[in-house]
């Protein structure tokens, strides 16, 4: 694999990765916020949390239908795949105060899957 396919390669993983925190970020606030703050976070998170599923999966399809470039598919796909698992599990209606606990874990796992993938095609360059 080439230099820029390393890069396109980490781009991505950043991207998904940022985004992962800004979704732990919303659920850190809506935890801390009062009752009617979560009205509002709760439709943000949804929102954002929708989008995020609809990218991650677009990614994964594009990478197995599309790209032909197979060496960057075998870095970036299975962190992406294994991701977009742990999210699988979280409906849009289990974002409410009785299961953001949940949510977080769930999302925590994701992010600090991407993070050990990333860490691990950083040391083989």
């Known amino acids: 694999m080439n230099d820029y ?65 197979l060496l960057s598919s075998d870095y970036l796909l299975p962190s992406l795949a294994v991701a977009f698992a742990y999210l699988q599990d979280i409906g849009v209606n289990r974002i409410n105060p009785n299961s953001v606990q949940k949510v977080a874990q769930q999302i925590k796992k994701a992010y600090f899957f991407m993070e050990r993938c990333d860490q691990n095609i950083n040391s083989k360059t």
């Open 5 to 69: 396919d390393m890069e396109k390669v980490r781009a991505s993983l950043h991207y998904f990765r940022h985004e992962l925190k800004v979704l732990l970020d919303l659920l850190e606030s809506y935890e801390l916020s009062n009752y009617e703050q979560k009205a509002k976070l709760q439709k943000e998170l949804i929102i954002q949390f929708k989008n995020y599923k609809a990218k991650l999966k677009r990614e994964i399809k594009i990478l197995i239908e599309y790209d032909a470039n």
